[in-house]
């Protein structure tokens, strides 16, 4: 359907929780595809509706040459022991990159647009992303995860920025 923009901090969408979606119609599917033509380009690991603009539970993915969405998505199941502790960076945050602890693995379940229930797990890249993405749909932002010195540091350049 189409490319969407992406909405930047400190557009307020960003904190808002999103709603489930409890009919899929076609403005769903509309927004579905919306979200995988939009994530459909290098350097973009996922998309949340939110960060285009829409306030309902759904994100799509682009990890590996994979692209997917899922609806409804909550986390499962997360390593409890194992950790990452790369570098994270947001499309609604451009260009900052920080230190971002994440568990090793994670899983998400949800829907598709048929309704049916869908897993989607991973671990490294794709860990990161589920997280990421369903802290969206909560209305948190990765910085939100920093350590306090780092999101202190994070924040000062996110302000010279604006």
Known sequence: M???????????VL???C?????IDDS????????LDTVDDDGRAGLAANQIGVSLRAFSWNIE?????VLNPRIVDLSEDEYQDGYEGCLSVPGLWFPTRRAWYAKVEGIDLDGNKVT????????????????????LLYLDRLDRAVRKKAMKVIREQL
Not at 19 to 23: A, D
């Open 2 to 12: 189409a490319v969407r923009d992406i909405r930047v901090i400190p557009d307020p």
């Open 65 to 69: 040459d994979e692209i997917g969405y």
């Open 120 to 139: 989607v797990e991973g671990t490294e890249l794709m860990a990161r992303a589920l997280q990421h993405e369903c802290d969206h749909l909560d209305g």
């Open 15 to 17: 904190r808002t929780k």
């Open 19 to 23: 709603e489930e979606i409890t009919t």
């Open 28 to 35: 769903v599917r509309s927004l579905v595809q919306d979200l």
